[in-house]
């Protein structure tokens, strides 16, 4: 029979003696530390896609946030190379019960940049929240030149919601898929296709701020 090891540091002595409560303590703490990280974790990826179709986007390009002269109305402002998008974010009701219908109303035009030859522009609008399934239909919108109508997007769920610890969700946000049609020269037409998230959550609707 080999010898018994007795280890000979003071360290080794202290964890030889405690190693049973030591073994204890990580279960107590680091399990369910480890449980609470990959709930939060596994939430947080489950809702960071949004489906376009049969497209799963999770990677997303920015925007910028103007504000016009005459109305100081913020405009959500996509820039390409070919065009710059805008959307005006008119105004929002929501439901107190989950049988009601909640409504963001939104206006759209794009704005051709010179020497730039688009055409069949189009987006589609989502709304949808991180951390919990709440998603509108998509809104597919034909764009002109000058601000559309308002565009309707129903999305009928009760906020803010708590769904974990130190997560609070307040409202969703906005994604879009921005397409069109650039033509060159000799009648070449490439069809470009962008993604974008928009945060509504520090952006103020048209109808809090003044004249629409």
């Known amino acids: 029979m080999l010898p018994k090891h007795e280890p000979t540091s003071k360290f080794g002595k202290w964890l030889n003696k405690y190693r049973l409560l030591i073994i204890l303590i990580l279960f107590i703490v680091v399990v369910p530390v480890a ?17 376009f179709g049969n497209e799963s986007i ?32 008119m105004s929002y009701t929501t439901p107190l019960y989950d049988d009601e219908t909640g409504t963001y109303v939104f206006r759209v035009k794009y704005e051709e940049h010179s020497n730039k030859f688009v055409s069949n522009v189009q987006a589609t609008l989502i709304l949808q929240t991180q951390w919990i399934n709440a998603k509108s239909q998509p809104k597919p919108i034909v764009t002109q030149e000058t601000y559309s109508t308002n565009q309707n997007i129903n999305f009928n769920y009760v906020l803010p919601k708590s769904p974990l610890w130190f997560v609070t969700v307040e409202m969703p946000d906005l994604y879009v898929k ?20 928009i945060d509504l959550i520090n952006l103020i609707p048209a109808n809090q701020i003044g004249t629409n």
């Open 35 to 51: 449980f609470v990280v990959s709930l939060y974790l596994g939430d947080y990826l489950k809702y960071k896609a949004v489906t």
């Open 58 to 89: 999770t990677e997303f390009q920015g925007y910028e946030l103007l504000t016009e002269d005459d109305t100081n109305h913020q405009v959500i402002t996509i820039k390409t190379t070919d065009l710059t998008y805008s959307i005006k974010w």
């Open 178 to 197: 921005l397409s069109y049609d650039i033509q060159y020269g000799l009648g070449t037409i490439e069809t470009k296709v962008s993604y974008h998230k």
